[in-house]
């Protein structure tokens, strides 16, 4: 159960990372201050590498997890499914980092409405992951 509440306790922090990175974009796609892009750049940067660890240890646990009854668990139709959402939700991270290097250099050219659908998306991934992890439905 304690490797269990770990992986919970990162994945929560990591999702509370991912919903907020990407709000962040919102603002920094809509200003034209030199001084709020800086700040942004900062901030943007240090939450990227605040929740990057949080996400390593969310899978070590989760793999941790899966290695305790691998027989069980890679043959469960619900956890085939899990994993290819949160390789699916990994790959948001990577594509969250080089977003945060485009508005860093000014490169970027998406829209605040680019980033305000972009921020929704983790929700598609975070209610399906908990109902499969506990309903187990096929």
Not at 35 to 49: A, K, P, T, W
Not at 109 to 123: C, D, G, M, Q
Not at 131 to 136: K, T
Request: aromatic share 18%.
């Amino acid at each position: 159960m304690w490797l269990k509440a770990l992986h919970l306790a990162f994945m929560v922090c990591w999702f509370a990372g991912l919903f907020y990175l990407p709000r962040l974009f919102v603002y920094h796609a809509m200003t034209t201050a030199t001084s709020v892009h800086e700040q942004l750049v900062v901030m943007e940067r240090r939450l990227y590498r605040f929740i990057t660890p949080f996400a390593a240890l969310t899978v070590f646990f989760g793999l941790w997890l899966l290695a305790l009854n691998p027989g069980y668990y890679l043959t469960a139709g619900w956890m085939q499914l899990k994993l290819i959402l949160v390789v699916l939700l990994l790959a948001y991270h990577v594509y969250c980092g080089r977003l945060l290097r485009g508005l860093a250099d000014g490169s970027n050219t998406r829209s605040h409405r680019y980033f305000r659908i972009f921020n929704e998306l983790p929700v598609f991934v975070l209610f399906p992951v908990v109902i499969l992890a506990v309903v187990r439905p096929f």
